[in-house]
């Protein structure tokens, strides 16, 4: 009886980053579809678009797992009161940092895309990414 109950307290963490990562890949996949019909990617075009979409949008995720990262080392944990000046200026620092990385990045994909796609259609990509958040934000306000 005792191991069953700690087999399933091992096994419930990895179930449950499984569900997470099972989302992540769901959510991953609407998005690729969404964009794909709203900017009316030909097989074409899509075969040159993403990879350098792809490219750039994992560049991103990890340099927002730094900033996470930083804002648990030194902001998370802590009470507005308990945050000394040296580690809001750190912390400050390394988010300016990332999110110039962050717009280098960007510049670099649209360059890049700019060479297999019209720059008409990154225009719109841009809005369809915005629109693709904004529907999974209201589908996650209804399911609350």
Avoid: C
């Avoid at 989302?23 to 998005?31: A, C, F, G, T, Y």
């Avoid at 995720?61 to 200026?89: G, P, R």
Wanted: proline share 1%; glycine share 0%.
């Amino acid at each position: 009886m005792m191991r069953t109950i700690l087999f399933f307290l091992l096994l419930f963490p990895l179930l449950n980053f499984a569900q997470k990562s099972e989302k992540h890949e769901k959510i991953r996949q609407l998005k690729i579809a969404f964009i794909t019909s709203e900017i009316n990617l030909s097989a074409e075009d899509a075969a040159k678009f993403w990879p350098i979409y792809n490219e750039a949008e994992n560049e991103i995720h990890e340099i927002k797992k730094s900033s996470y990262a930083a804002y648990s080392k030194y902001i998370k944990e802590k009470n507005e009161s308990e945050i000394n000046e040296a580690d809001a200026k750190k912390f400050i620092e390394i988010l300016n940092e990332n999110e110039t990385k962050i717009v280098e990045i960007k510049e670099k994909r649209y360059h890049n895309l700019g060479k297999s796609i019209s720059y008409k259609k990154i225009i719109r990509l841009r809005k369809v990414e915005e629109d693709f958040k904004q529907k999974l934000l209201e589908q996650y306000k209804k399911k609350k």
